[in-house]
């Protein structure tokens, strides 16, 4: 039976076969995880990509030569590498070092990378490429994002009887690891891969909650509401009795209900370790099937080589981060979300939900006693379970409120990653994914990451305007849009623009050149397109279109557009913010020192030149920060500068002297916002773009850095 449809990416991975259906050639099969369009389950299991990576010889190279006969004996002698399954190239691709010849590297499997990485390193090689990992690859190299169009056969069903095993050979003999845990199992080419446009997965979300034993350590009680994102439809699970019983019966429903993403709050540092550490008091290491009906929450068979898996395999497992992973599933804790959010004065559970549903009782905690939880599951258990559900349902709610998954879906979307990735991964591979996608179709060698120059020191920041202590009336508030991008874009701040004083390939005597306040240069636009401005600028595109489109959905009233828009430009604003911070770390794959210190030098240098030139103007710029600026507009001091309530009712009810009060007041405002405008069309630059923000009537503040109230 053929499948076609447009598929969520939630999470993938890959499995190594050697010798699949006879052959003696080694394969690599990638497993997608995900949801169709219409809700079903899927694992694609998708053919045809081959590890690679690239090598360039380290030595003297002038553009044009021949390629040496000994760099020739060099590349057989990389061929034939146990590991090594072939060489092609060179192409000519743009590094560090200059333009350079590149060849890439196919080999076996994707674990031996590393090895052959630093074995090859040690001969004078150098190596591009050599760090990203597989999956990623498919993404990068076929141009594809999270939302797939797929095409293939389906090979197996969940529902379908599989007494004889012919489902199972079936799966292996497509190169996969066992039957999945999804609804069906598809199998396809690379060429039945199609990017397709955005649309809202319909998502299952698996919230759970654990109550324990202070004294044991044991679970007493556990619950867990499963939510379809598409029909809003919620499933409530709870569970007592043995502890042993109570995680076999979670796990059941795991596995059952199939989620796309498991949540719960506090789970990455509570509920998961103690299941984890239950699992170990109730089953031997080695006896991995009774642990597999206690944890396996993976989608995959519950097997040996699964449980063996330190990644994506059938137990969710913590990683070095705070997150943790588990096989075709993603785990997003509803309490590091809110913390990143919301920034609270305490991350309790109940002061969250209290503070984002301030008039709804039901979606607040019960009143249990947590830190005597043996004495009140002793007292009254059946108010300990419902306490459990209400726990297990406030995570859910706490996603809906902050737009959580529809968030992380548009910046997967935006970046063309994995819903995980987007989720649970840095910000350095988000931008990774734009990034080297560019650089592929641009000839530009990929460095590894942590091959840039190393920093010294720390960089300089913004500029801050000390504030003038006081009261100052009718403020103007101008604001840089997007101003580390905008100065990136208008100098053309990149790694690849980056003038290295030396190497031989310098600008000519009357090429026009971007100088920072530093002294370190960049090609101009005309010259070399960066890579990351031709990506802002990409970006900055989107952001337009998706808030013209949000306009026009508001104004018609459509909701799905409404919400689908927003979470979209608020994707590609978050990702835009994001380069400059990427690009100023030391570990980064495309930075060096100069890009972030030319970025904040430039930055300060506008915002003091506009404001040395507003106080020669007299106006008194009465505080600045990073990229706003607080000017005080030309109103006549006796123009009056606050409005009570009492002044405007009297107004309204057409006291002559309250009429004309308000309308002092009135004309006021709008010489401050004529003033605003006027400052911030005069003052904007390709690389630095005023906008008027905000008008403030009233601006007090006692002097100190970031202190003022406004009104």
């Known amino acids: 039976m053929q499948f076609e449809g447009r598929m969520g990416v939630v999470s993938g991975r890959y499995h190594s076969v050697d010798g699949l259906n006879g052959s003696k050639s080694p394969s690599t099969v990638l497993e997608l995880f995900g949801r169709t369009e219409q809700g079903e389950s899927i694992c694609a299991l998708v053919h045809g990509l081959r590890p690679t990576f690239?090598?360039?010889?380290?030595?003297?190279?002038?553009?044009?030569?021949?390629?040496?006969?000994?760099?020739?004996?060099?590349?057989?002698?990389?061929?034939?590498?146990?590991?090594?399954?072939?060489?092609?190239?060179?192409?000519?691709?743009?590094?560090?070092?200059?333009?350079?010849?590149?060849?890439?590297?196919?080999?076996?499997?994707?674990?031996?990378?590393?090895?052959?990485?630093?074995?090859l390193a040690k001969q004078n090689w150098q190596i591009f490429s050599g760090d990203i990992p597989f999956l990623n690859r498919l993404f990068l190299d076929q141009g594809l994002g999270m939302h797939l169009a797929v095409k293939g056969t389906i090979i197996d069903r969940r529902l379908d009887e599989d007494d004889d095993f012919t489902a199972l050979e079936a799966v292996r003999s497509a190169g996969g690891a066992g039957r999945y845990s999804v609804d069906c199992t598809v199998v396809c080419e690379l060429a039945d891969l199609e990017a397709t446009d955005p649309f809202p997965v319909p998502y299952k979300v698996f919230s759970f909650d654990l109550e324990t034993s202070i004294a044991h350590d044991t679970i007493l009680c556990a619950a867990a509401v499963v939510e379809n994102l598409h029909s809003g439809h919620r499933q409530t699970f709870s569970f007592v009795g043995e502890e042993a019983k109570i995680m076999e019966d979670l796990t059941l429903v795991v596995r059952s209900q199939d989620?796309?993403?498991?949540?719960?709050?506090?789970?990455?540092?509570?509920?998961?370790?103690?299941?984890?550490?239950?699992?170990?008091?109730?089953?031997?290491?080695?006896?991995?099937?009774?642990?597999?009906?206690?944890?396996?929450?993976?989608?995959?068979?519950?097997?040996?080589?699964?449980?063996?898996?330190?990644?994506?395999?059938?137990?969710?497992?913590?990683?070095?981060?705070?997150?943790?992973?588990v096989a075709g599933r993603t785990i997003v804790d509803a309490w590091w979300q809110a913390r990143m959010a919301l920034r609270p004065q305490r991350e309790t559970l109940s002061f969250i939900s209290n503070l984002l549903f301030p008039d709804q009782a039901d979606k607040h905690k019960m009143d249990v006693d947590a830190s005597k939880m043996d004495e009140e599951w002793a007292a009254r258990p059946d108010v300990v379970l419902e306490y459990c559900v209400r726990d297990a349902e406030l995570p859910l709610d706490i996603l809906q409120e902050l737009q959580v998954i529809r968030r992380k879906e548009a910046v997967a979307a935006v970046a063309k990653v994995t819903f995980d990735t987007a989720a649970n991964g840095s910000t350095s591979q988000l931008i990774d994914?734009?990034?080297?996608?560019?650089?592929?179709?641009?000839?530009?060698?990929?460095?590894?990451?942590?091959?840039?120059?190393?920093?010294?020191?720390?960089?300089t920041g913004g500029?801050?305007?000390?504030?003038?202590?006081?009261?100052?009336?009718?403020?103007?508030?101008?604001?840089?849009?997007?101003?580390?991008?905008?100065?990136?874009?208008?100098?053309?701040?990149?790694?690849?623009?980056?003038?290295?004083?030396?190497?031989?390939?310098?600008?000519?005597?009357?090429?026009?050149?971007?100088?920072?306040?530093?002294?370190?240069?960049f090609r101009h636009q005309s010259v070399r397109k960066g890579l990351v401005p031709?990506?802002?600028?990409?970006?900055?595109?989107?952001?337009?279109?998706?808030?013209?489109?949000?306009?026009?959905?508001?104004?018609?009233?459509?909701?799905?557009?409404?919400?689908?828009?927003?979470?979209?430009?608020?994707?590609?604003?978050?990702?835009?913010?994001?380069?400059?911070?990427?690009?100023?770390?030391?570990?980064y794959r495309f930075t060096h020192r100069d890009l972030g210190s030319s970025i904040t030098a430039w930055a300060r240098h506008n915002i003091k030149a506009i404001i040395a030139q507003l106080d020669a103007e007299g106006h008194e710029v009465v505080y600045s920060d990073t990229d706003s600026i607080f000017v005080r507009s030309p109103v006549s001091e006796s123009a009056p500068s606050s409005m009570k309530e009492e002044e405007i009712q009297n107004a309204k009810d057409g006291k002559p002297e309250a009429v004309e009060y308000m309308k002092a007041w009135e004309a006021a405002k709008q010489d401050m916002i004529e003033f605003g405008l006027e400052v911030a069309e005069r003052y904007s630059r390709d690389s630095a773009i005023l906008e008027f923000e905000k008008g403030l009537s009233v601006f007090f503040s006692h002097g100190a850095k970031k202190r003022y109230v406004g009104q």
């Open 259 to 325: 989620p796309d993403i498991i949540t719960g709050y506090n789970i990455d540092n509570f509920d998961l370790p103690r299941l984890n550490d239950r699992m170990a008091v109730h089953a031997r290491s080695k006896d991995w099937r009774k642990r597999g009906l206690l944890f396996g929450w993976g989608r995959v068979q519950q097997t040996e080589s699964e449980a063996k898996r330190t990644r994506s395999g059938l137990y969710p497992r913590r990683q070095s981060s705070r997150a943790w992973n």
């Open 54 to 119: 690239e090598i360039s010889p380290l030595m003297v190279w002038d553009e044009g030569m021949e390629v040496p006969d000994h760099v020739t004996e060099r590349l057989s002698a990389v061929e034939a590498m146990d590991d090594v399954t072939g060489i092609t190239g060179p192409v000519l691709k743009l590094t560090d070092l200059g333009h350079r010849p590149v060849w890439t590297v196919t080999v076996r499997q994707p674990f031996v990378v590393p090895s052959l990485r630093k074995s």
């Open 463 to 521: 500029y801050v305007h000390e504030v003038a202590a006081g009261l100052h009336p009718w403020i103007a508030v101008l604001d840089f849009k997007s101003m580390y991008p905008s100065i990136m874009i208008g100098h053309n701040i990149c790694y690849t623009t980056r003038i290295d004083p030396v190497q031989s390939d310098q600008p000519s005597e009357d090429e026009h050149v971007h100088t920072a306040p530093t002294g370190a240069r």
């Open 433 to 459: 994914s734009l990034v080297i996608r560019l650089a592929d179709s641009e000839n530009v060698a990929v460095p590894l990451t942590g091959s840039a120059q190393a920093k010294e020191g720390q960089i």
């Open 534 to 587: 031709a990506l802002l600028e990409d970006l900055m595109a989107q952001r337009d279109e998706h808030k013209a489109a949000l306009k026009e959905a508001k104004t018609n009233g459509e909701e799905a557009k409404v919400a689908f828009h927003d979470s979209m430009q608020y994707a590609v604003k978050i990702l835009m913010n994001s380069f400059y911070g990427v690009f100023a770390s030391g570990f």
